[in-house]
């Protein structure tokens, strides 16, 4: 790999970039989304409903990807996603999105999160509408 492919490739993630324990920790990318999916079967509904939808669009639009830094960009990042996902259902571990990645991100790239955050309010804001109470989950 040359030094300008493994530059694009650090600049990718906040973590400096081991290929070798990379390689290792991903997963090929159809056993990825599989475990996504499963995953999300952990959240509440509404959030496994957005999710699903959100991982599904992701890997149709970069079915096609054949540059190897791009495409290990991407399983490495959601493989980093799916390590940060709650094991247990009860729990509230979810965290802030890194400072460092907003100043690596594209203009599209930040559009894509401003359009996701709008769309995920308006998916709690439509449930506690309805009386739904979200931390006990009961009407």
């Known amino acids: 790999m040359s030094e300008s492919l493994l530059e694009v490739a650090q600049a990718i993630s906040s973590k400096p ?3 070798q324990q990379t390689s290792a920790t991903i997963y090929p990318p159809l056993p990825l989304y599989r475990r996504l999916l499963r995953a999300h079967r952990r959240l509440p509904i509404e959030m496994r409903t957005f999710g699903d939808a959100y991982v599904k669009d992701e890997f149709r639009r970069h079915r096609e990807v054949t ?3 791009l495409v290990m960009g991407f399983l490495t990042q959601w493989k980093m996603y799916l390590d940060e996902l709650p094991h ?3 729990a509230k571990n979810f965290k802030k999105l890194d400072p460092t990645v907003f ?3 594209s203009d599209e790239q930040l559009g894509q999160l401003h359009e996701l955050m709008h769309a995920s ?3 709690w804001k439509a ?3 309805d009386g739904f109470d979200p931390e006990h989950g009961k009407s």
């Open 127 to 129: 449930v506690n509408e």
């Open 67 to 69: 540059n190897p830094v």
């Open 121 to 123: 309010k308006g998916v």
């Open 17 to 19: 970039l081991n290929l």
């Open 103 to 105: 100043e690596k991100m």
């Open 88 to 90: 247990d259902p009860s």
